[in-house]
């Protein structure tokens, strides 16, 4: 692969922001672009993939941000008690605190894109993107265990209270079965235009120290994209944000229309851990069968200072134990590889397990 030329991005990205602050984005020219950065197009779709990758490298980084200390206050607000919020909250109405305020301004280029200039591209209206969708507010659970409960535990659910008990989360240690589903809707009117939006789901996954758990999601019943078919959720004891992303760790946003209901389905599936569980099935099976048949022949308290010849009278068995041996080592090792290889992604050998932005297994 041929090496990038040091300051070649910065340039383009430099020239690229005047020319979409003085034309908007549909009327800019990657050609004016390409020429004033000293390059070529081609250069431009090597980097960046198109115009609208360029758009977005300039702009998402700071929508990025903004948005998760949007949520951050959100969330700040929600925590105080009503004498307090009754006091802020003309604070609030008019903007947000000076932090919000001022993090804009320090990023007005990038904002006044987004306001003024990104018409044609999937950031048009973007501040009324934002939905919230409450993850213990589900319309349809496939299993009775699949109930809301509470956390107080963190200020990261919403709603959170550290003294009462509120339902906040939903699914918890129980949601762990193949198969088991929680579908979450987002209701006519929730949205303020037709768009792409993008998922994001804050989530809890403590059950599974040093592997991921897999969920599948449905966007009104269908799965839309590969990416979708499983999302993984690494090991964390704290709360945390999974977007869904490709493989080059860009997120993946959906098509929504405004005015008609919408469903979010999520379903828990074994991934790529589910070969080693049915082969463990399979040989727990063939041990109960053979424990089965040397009990018969020793009964079930076997006299310690007796012979009972059980390998000849039960021919197979040192043979299939054997088996059984192979079988489970080839399992261990498949099973250490993923350890090994979560491992390298994320630099750690034991790490990993509503807005149209949050839903979870214990989800806020």
Not at 128 to 143: C, F, H, P, Q
Not at 291 to 308: F, L, Q
Request: glycine share 8%; charged share 25%; with cysteine.
């Amino acid at each position: 692969m041929a090496k990038q030329i040091e300051g070649v991005s910065e340039r383009i990205l430099t020239c690229a922001k005047a020319e979409f602050l003085d034309k908007g984005y549909t009327d800019a020219s990657l050609r004016v672009i390409a020429a004033a950065a000293e390059t070529s197009t081609n250069s431009i779709y090597v980097r960046f993939g198109g115009k609208e990758g360029l758009f977005s490298a300039i702009v998402e980084p700071a929508l990025n941000e903004m948005t998760e200390r949007f949520l951050k206050i959100q969330e700040a607000f929600h925590h105080m008690d009503r004498d307090a919020q009754a006091a802020r909250m003309a604070e609030y109405a008019d903007g947000g605190p000076a932090e919000l305020v001022d993090y804009i301004y320090e990023h007005l280029d990038e904002f006044r894109l987004l306001l003024d200039a990104s018409y044609g591209t999937r950031f048009h209206n973007f501040v009324d993107a934002l939905v919230r969708i409450e993850g213990e507010n589900a319309v349809y659970k496939s299993d009775s265990v699949l109930s809301p409960t509470y956390d107080n535990s963190t200020s990261a659910v919403s709603p959170s209270d550290p003294k009462h008990m509120v339902y906040n989360t939903i699914g918890s240690g129980n949601w762990k079965k193949a198969l088991q589903t929680i579908t979450w809707q987002v209701d006519a009117g929730t949205l303020s235009g037709d768009g792409w939006y993008k998922l994001g789901i804050k989530a809890r996954q403590e059950e599974m120290r040093g592997f991921y758990s897999n969920r599948r999601i449905y966007i009104d019943g269908q799965v839309l994209c590969q990416e979708m078919d499983q999302v993984k959720f690494y090991y964390n004891t704290d709360f945390q944000m999974t977007n869904v992303q490709d493989s080059d760790g860009e997120d993946v946003y959906v098509y929504l229309t405004a005015g008609e209901d919408h469903t979010i389905t999520m379903e828990a599936i074994p991934g790529e851990i589910g070969d080693s569980m049915r082969q463990l099935d399979a040989i727990v099976l063939d041990l109960n069968t053979y424990y089965r048949k040397i009990v018969m022949i020793t009964g079930p308290e076997p006299d310690k200072y007796t012979d009972y010849y059980v390998h000849e009278k039960i021919p197979e068995l040192v043979d299939e134990f054997s088996r059984m041996s192979a079988e489970l080592k080839e399992i261990q090792g498949h099973i250490e590889e993923l350890q090994r290889l979560r491992g390298r992604l994320s630099g750690t050998d034991d790490g990993h397990s509503g807005q149209v932005r949050g839903r979870s297994f214990e989800d806020s």
